[in-house]
């Protein structure tokens, strides 16, 4: 992007980004439009979509034929693959990564296996391999890095990861030496909020509370288009809401919390104790003990998001689950939720049950493109 310099060029250099936002939103759109949907004037829009036309990033796709008298629209549209982000993300043994252009889809994706156990060395081949995506992708606006556990985005600091095996851990220093592009640190949890709401086309005006469900169980709240992170960086940990008091001991070492009752290794633990070898996937196999258990899960998972709707009360719940493939399932976290939550409340929120897993290491690219939009250079 151009370099505007100081002064009244900043708000020139801000009205640019929202601009770029709006255009991103829209896909296509026209200068009146975004002069009004921005309360700019159409002066300034024409200078900024003349400026972005210069610089290649926006196109002009012709006039627009109206019926009333006057000049007629003409339609623009960024060039998303002028403008790339990075996202790579670490789990236990494996790093993903995804370059995405300005429309978060999806241009280059890799997965590799590797050892985890070790912070630094994880850390050196992290820093290489974002070394390499930036060599190769020269239009890249940044990389977001994201991590399972409690992270400090604004430090770039892992405080404690039981999945990793990991604590105390700096996320950032290693990175930052071999990479001067701007860097966005998250939980893979909370970049996959941004992804879900950016996906669903909600209202970022409003809340929205995203849970996914996979090795364990994380949860994070959108308000005002922005991830709400707390003041321990453990905001919208629903995976240890406890729903069973006298219920199996979690990881985080309390009694009954929903992970242990309803994240992957847990439903496939409870059917090889009903039948060793049994997927919830085979249902032909036994599809009443797959009901049944797949039936308990919902009713854990509908404790948990009553809570969620009672305290904050989200315009939106979006459920990424593995077991949103079953219509079972799916209809009983409904049911219970009716019950379980005051009829009011429960009519004014929206359940989405994605059908499609949602990709972290994409959310982490889509955070760096919201983080450059948001930038004040």
């Not at 309360?39 to 900024?48: A, F």
Request: glycine share 6%; aromatic share 4%; hydrophobic share 40%.
């Amino acid at each position: 992007m151009k370099n505007l310099g100081k002064g009244p060029a900043l708000l020139r250099l801000n009205n640019q980004k929202r601009v770029m936002r709006q255009l991103r939103r829209l896909r296509v759109t026209s200068r009146q439009d975004l002069a009004r949907l921005l309360s700019l004037s159409k002066n300034t829009v024409s200078l900024i979509v003349d400026d972005l036309l210069e610089q290649k990033l926006v196109q002009e796709l012709g006039p627009v034929s109206v019926a009333a008298a006057g000049r007629p629209r003409i339609e623009i549209a960024l060039l998303p693959e002028t403008l790339k982000s990075a996202g790579v993300m670490v789990e236990r043994n494996v790093i993903y990564w995804r370059v995405c252009d300005y429309f978060s889809r999806v241009m280059v994706e890799q997965t590799r296996r590797i050892d985890t156990s070790n912070p630094s060395v994880l850390l050196e081949a992290v820093a290489t391999l974002c070394a390499q995506l930036v060599e190769k992708h020269p239009q890249l606006l940044g990389i977001g890095l994201g991590f399972p556990g409690i992270v400090d985005p604004q430090r770039g600091w892992m405080h404690l990861s039981t999945h990793l095996g990991w604590q105390d851990v700096d996320l950032l220093t290693a990175v930052r030496q071999r990479v001067k592009l701007p860097l966005r640190v998250m939980n893979n949890v909370k970049a996959s909020a941004l992804l879900a709401v950016q996906q669903l086309g909600l209202n970022t005006e409003s809340s929205h509370f995203y849970l996914r469900i996979a090795e364990g169980m994380g949860g994070a709240l959108v308000q005002q288009g922005e991830v709400v992170t707390g003041n321990s960086w453990t905001a919208g940990e629903a995976g240890h809401l406890s729903v069973q008091p006298d219920g199996p001991r979690c990881r985080c070492g309390r009694q009954g919390c929903v992970e242990i009752l309803v994240s992957k290794p847990a439903i496939e633990q409870q059917l090889a104790q009903r039948r060793p070898g049994l997927s919830w996937q085979t249902r032909d196999e036994a599809p009443k003990v797959v009901d049944e258990v797949m039936q308990q899960a919902a009713g854990f998972l509908a404790k948990a998001i009553a809570q969620i709707i009672l305290l904050l009360n989200p315009a939106t719940v979006i459920i990424d689950a593995p077991w949103n493939q079953h219509a079972l399932f799916c209809d009983t976290v409904r049911k219970r939720i009716d019950s379980g939550t005051p009829a009011f409340t429960f009519q004014n929120t929206t359940l989405h049950f994605l059908q499609t897993r949602l990709d972290p290491a994409v959310g982490l690219s889509l955070a760096v493109i919201e983080q450059f939009e948001q930038r004040q250079d």
